[in-house]
């Protein structure tokens, strides 16, 4: 039987709240459709006639399907005829709407999302933070049409290909992947190798979906943030050359180095967070702060001399394709192996000094395996968070010697001599706090 009391009508409230949200919306849009192409606001013209139907699907009539999801399942009970009956019935009637009112260019997404309603209104009793959350998401999907029309022309045939062979590693490959170690130090299994350089990759990729959506023309500042999530190694050698060809580009150049150094920093302690967990996140966290602030610091000194906003956008013509390629993911696993082995048979040998020297040798070409090869050895076999730390900023600092020896051979002494500068402050500011916390 269906009580009456403070938490039932609490339910039906919310049911109709959550229906009026998504028929807010839609009815919102079919005014807006409507309405274009006229200069008065409430003309409507014979052949919007259909557009003006199809907003009748609104706010009341989303608000009374859920109510009526909502009461089928508390008079049925555990009973699922009814609720079946009321979804069978809801179908009906929205199938009849839409061949009543159907155009050549109209789409299904305002009667898909109605036969939502009453689902939601019957999860409500179940579940209702669930219901409301995915009342909010389907809600954000119907508001995302603009933006999804703006977005798709820009895509292309790579962008699809690189998003679905990154999915396929995350929910195919990984799984498959066998977790026993294989070698003498238990640290080296394919299922690691594989989290691992997923993990690489989708942070590679989400730097170059963000450089696409914003654009890469944005200026110093975007091409050294967006750009330092895919590659700072790539920023330096890419600023330097423009800074040798065109003078006015020295000071917007070194801004997106640091800038792309700064986010390193910082991809670095997520990295390091994840795989390593709280024991390595904590002690890491203040040199790469340090590390970082000197680098905001210095970036913010060098943007606030630029000469124009102009000659800055200049700087934002670095060219990214994407970054994701299964042949690139490939040969990262053999690389973190190498990485991986060599880290615990120094270790093994000759101690932490060992991995010390590991940790400077892998850091010339980059941060990222030594990182997880430490991260990982601090959560499985007990490696000190002291020692993952100093093996980490050593990476670092390995890494940032070849950013500078880049910056001088291809950007010339003027480029590479403050950008030097800058870039062995930051590191000395990491090792000093380093040093301190032991």
């Known amino acids: 039987m269906l009580s009456l009391d403070l938490s039932t009508l609490k339910e039906a409230v919310l049911a109709v709240a959550v229906g009026l949200m998504m028929g807010l919306e839609r009815e919102r849009s079919g005014f807006e459709r409507s309405q274009e192409g006229h200069e008065e606001p409430y003309h409507r013209r014979e052949s919007d006639q259909a557009a003006a139907l199809h907003g009748s699907l609104g706010a009341r009539t989303f608000a009374l399907l859920t109510l009526l999801g909502w009461i089928s399942v508390k008079v049925g009970g555990e009973n699922p005829a009814m609720p079946i009956a009321v979804m069978a019935l809801a179908a009906l009637m929205i199938g009849l709407f839409y061949y009543e009112t159907s155009s050549a260019d109209r789409g299904l997404t305002t009667e898909i999302a109605a036969l939502s309603a009453p689902l939601l209104g019957m999860l409500l009793t179940r579940d209702a933070l669930l219901a409301v959350a995915v009342a909010v998401i389907v809600t954000l999907l119907l508001l995302s049409k603009p933006w999804i029309r703006a977005w798709v022309p820009k895509l292309q045939r790579e962008d699809l290909t690189a998003s679905i062979q990154l999915l396929i590693v995350f929910a195919i490959l990984l ?9 003498p130090w238990g640290v ?23 450089n696409r959506v914003l654009g890469s023309r944005r200026g110093a500042a975007l091409t050294g943030l967006v750009g330092g999530l895919i590659s700072s190694t790539v ?33 670095v302690s997520m990295l390091a967070g994840v795989v390593g ?26 943007y606030r001399g630029a000469r124009s906003a102009a000659v800055a956008g200049r700087a934002g013509d670095m060219p990214v394709r994407n970054p994701f390629h299964l042949k690139r993911a490939m040969a990262w696993g053999l690389a973190l192996a190498a990485v991986l082995l060599a880290s615990a048979a120094a270790r093994a040998w000759f101690g932490d000094r060992g991995l010390l020297i590991a940790a400077g040798v892998s850091g010339l070409a980059d941060v990222d395996p030594i990182t997880l090869a430490v991260s990982s050895q601090v959560r499985e076999v007990g490696l000190p968070a002291v020692t993952a730390v100093l093996a980490i900023i050593l990476a670092i600092g390995a890494n940032t010697f070849s950013k500078a020896c880049f910056a001088w051979v291809s950007g010339g002494r003027a480029f590479g001599k403050r950008l030097s500068a800058v870039l ?12 301190f916390q032991r």
Request: hydrophobic share 60%; glycine share 8%; with cysteine.
């Open 188 to 210: 080296l299994s394919p299922r690691k190798v594989g989290w691992m350089v997923a993990l690489i990759a989708a942070v590679d990729f989400m730097g170059y979906a963000l």
């Open 424 to 435: 062995g402050a930051s590191l000395a500011a990491a090792l000093l706090v380093a040093w």
């Open 277 to 302: 967990g709280a024991a390595l996140a904590k002690p890491l966290l203040l040199p790469m702060g340090a590390m970082v602030l000197v680098l905001l610091g210095a970036s913010y000194w060098i």
């Open 235 to 267: 920023v330096t050698v890419t600023m330097s050359r423009q800074a040798r060809e065109d003078a006015t580009l020295k000071g917007p150049g070194q801004v997106a180095v640091m800038l792309a150094c700064a986010v390193m920093g910082l991809r």
């Open 175 to 183: 799984p498959l992947l066998p977790s026993r170690a294989l070698d």
